[in-house]
């Protein structure tokens, strides 16, 4: 007989771990206004030449992002899916910042996995039709989950990506 609560704690703790976010990039303007302008609490922004998230590699422009709290899901879709729904409200205002700044717009999809538990990796039209409304490239990335990580290990396993997607 098979425990069930034993399988489904198993598929719920190694479940791919998703981070979503969704980034204004410039080589030529300053974007810190954005986060007062857009108005979400969780934004960050940087400068070029700031350190980047592993405190080794320098800035290339200068940016802003949204992330959203990391979520245990099968599906990327998923996660991509609630990040334009958080991002809905300020749309507008997102893409005529983007058209008047110029900037780049990037949805980044980093996925830890553990083996054998690795996720849909394919994004419904609606969520390419949300993506394309902000002139945006859509990347994602496959990571070996910490746990399964060697101590030298810092490069994906796998990366996907849909450039410069168009309406």
Known sequence: MIDTTTAADDLH?????????????????????LK??????????????DLDDTRINQRRAHGWCLPMPE???YSTDTALRELLDALR???????????ALELDAH??????????????CFWSEGNIRGVAAYGAS???QLFDAPSERRVDQSMPVS?????DIMA
């Open 107 to 120: 949805f980044h999809l980093e996925v830890d996995v553990h083996p054998g538990h690795l996720p849909a």
């Open 36 to 49: 007062d302008e857009f108005g979400f609490d969780a934004a960050r922004t940087w400068q070029k030449g």
């Open 159 to 163: 990366s996907l990506a849909a450039s």
């Open 71 to 73: 979520c245990a899901t």
């Open 138 to 140: 859509l990347h994602a």
């Open 13 to 33: 703790d190694r479940a791919p771990r998703v981070r979503a976010s969704f980034r204004l990039t410039s080589e030529r303007h300053l974007v810190d206004h």
């Open 89 to 99: 409200p300020r749309q507008d205002a997102i893409v005529a910042a983007i058209r």
